[in-house]
């Protein structure tokens, strides 16, 4: 079985500063897929980034990042100069190769502008 | 192009009430899956389709939820009777093959209110 953990049920960040969702994992396949979805108010999941596990350099999309730590099976999302915008539920998750995809709990993230 | 289409946006119904979701998947993607996610919590995979085959259901409770994707497009789910703790939005969701490092592709989702 796999399991995705996101202990931070709610995080707040200023407009234009940084910060960073937390997010850990298990499973014992070594070939997997890990993920975040922003779901803002209207409810359809929005891939922000993705993380193949055999890649050891850190996915990046413009303001996100990601700080991939296989050995400690964390996966963390790391949102600059964070926008209005960005306001959403965000939710990591892992794709098993054969699998299906697995959620975590989710954060709900604040700007406060 | 189309994403992933869903109908109705919300429904409200009493219990006991039979109910049915639809979905429309992105044209070319295989493999379809049904998710329900009750209030501030991540989505639980209820049942996966590839084609018109339904490969997990373990996670669907048969007793009153059945689904169909007939000719392998199109998916139909449905609650009949329904329950109180049956509300939740229900999203559909598409992959060509299991994903991979694609992911998937969502829909808007089903606001399932039971009264």
């Known amino acids: 079985a796999q399991t995705v953990t996101q202990s931070q049920p709610e995080m707040s960040v200023q407009e234009a500063e940084t910060v960073t969702l937390s997010c850990t994992y298990d499973?014992?396949?070594?070939?997997?897929?890990l993920f975040w979805y922003k779901q803002p108010p209207s409810r359809q999941m929005i891939l922000v980034i993705r993380?193949?596990?055999?890649?050891?350099q850190n996915a990046t999309e413009n303001r996100f990042s990601v700080n991939f730590q296989k050995a400690a099976k964390s996966f963390s999302l790391k949102i600059s100069d964070s926008q209005l915008g960005d306001a959403a539920m965000y939710f990591c998750a892992l794709n098993n190769a054969g699998n299906m995809l697995t959620f975590g709990g989710g954060t709900r993230l604040m700007v406060k502008p | 192009e189309a994403g992933v289409v869903q109908s109705p946006r919300y429904k409200i119904i009493e219990k006991k009430q039979p109910v049915a979701f639809w979905c429309n998947p992105i044209?070319?993607?295989?493999?379809l899956y049904w998710y329900r996610q009750n209030l501030g919590q991540g989505p639980e995979l209820l049942i996966r389709y590839e084609n018109e085959e339904a490969v997990d259901d373990s996670q669907l409770p048969k007793d009153r939820f059945s689904a169909e994707r007939l000719k392998g497009v199109d998916s139909t789910l449905k609650i009949q009777p329904a329950e109180l703790g049956d509300s939740a939005v229900y999203l559909c969701?598409?992959?060509f093959g299991q994903g991979g490092s694609y992911g998937y592709t969502f829909g808007s989702g089903t606001r399932l209110t039971v009264v």
């Open positions: 993380q193949e596990a055999y890649k050891q």
């Open positions: 969701a598409s992959s």
């Open positions: 499973t014992s396949e070594s070939d997997y897929y």
């Open positions: 044209s070319g993607h295989n493999t």
